[in-house]
């Protein structure tokens, strides 16, 4: 069983599209998250939700949205997609959302076109 | 600003030697550090964590060291295999934030 499960984990698609991302964790954790990962590898907070309340939402352009249904799950919308959002983005979650450690899932290649 | 760094991007040791990998964290606010392995095509995984009350704690063939009085923490991975290849993180969480990343070692193992 995939503890965070994102879907797709492959994405190609054309500069102005609108997608989607989604992530569900079978953890009964309450924090759900979103990073960003660019070509450096480097890793980034996006946001982060605790039992669906928006707690974290780092510098981020107001045409990604996240939606959290229900505590686990957290999706991530993207719209008008621009070449500078190719990136790896990987959910996570955790039990609480601060001083725990945070569970990820395996990652969603985007690639804008 | 505040940041979690690593000192070396790339390590490259022989299969059987003792890796060390490094950080270096500004914030003495942060309270509980966490050591992330991540293979090529996968999310990062969790490897050994420590909280700001302890120096030293111990996994399966890895140590994690903390020295607060110079902010710098260490990961230690003993007879190093092929497996072991990766991208190594430490990540930082200071009180009612979310983990802050450092820029990642690029750890080879070579046979």
């Known amino acids: 069983d995939t503890a965070v499960s994102q879907t797709p984990k492959y994405l190609v698609t054309q500069m102005g599209n609108d997608k989607s991302i989604k992530c569900e964790q079978n953890l009964g954790h309450d924090t759900m998250y979103w990073y960003k990962q660019d070509s450096k590898k480097f890793l980034k907070i996006m946001f982060s939700y605790n039992n669906k309340e928006l707690i974290i939402n780092e510098t981020v352009p107001n045409r990604f949205s996240p939606k959290s249904p229900d505590k686990a799950h957290l999706n991530l919308h993207i719209n008008s997609l621009e070449l500078g959002d190719s990136a790896v983005y990987f959910c996570?979650?955790?039990?609480?959302?601060?001083?725990?450690?945070?569970?990820f899932g395996e990652g969603s290649w985007l690639t804008v076109v | 600003g505040e940041s979690v760094g690593l000192h070396l991007p790339t390590l490259s040791v022989q299969e059987g030697d003792n890796s060390i990998i490094n950080c270096a964290y500004s914030?003495?606010?942060?309270?509980?550090f966490i050591w992330y392995k991540q293979e090529s095509g996968k999310g990062p995984q969790f490897i050994i964590d420590i909280r700001s009350n302890m120096d030293k704690r111990q996994g399966q063939r890895v140590t994690v060291l903390l020295n607060k009085t110079v902010k710098h923490l260490s990961l230690q991975i003993a007879a190093t295999q092929p497996g072991d290849s990766a991208v190594y993180f430490c990540a930082e969480i200071k009180a009612g934030t979310a983990l802050i990343f450092g820029k990642g070692t690029t750890l080879s193992v070579s046979s």
């Open positions: 914030n003495s606010a942060s309270d509980y």
């Open positions: 996570a979650s955790s039990p609480g959302y601060t001083g725990n450690t945070i569970y």
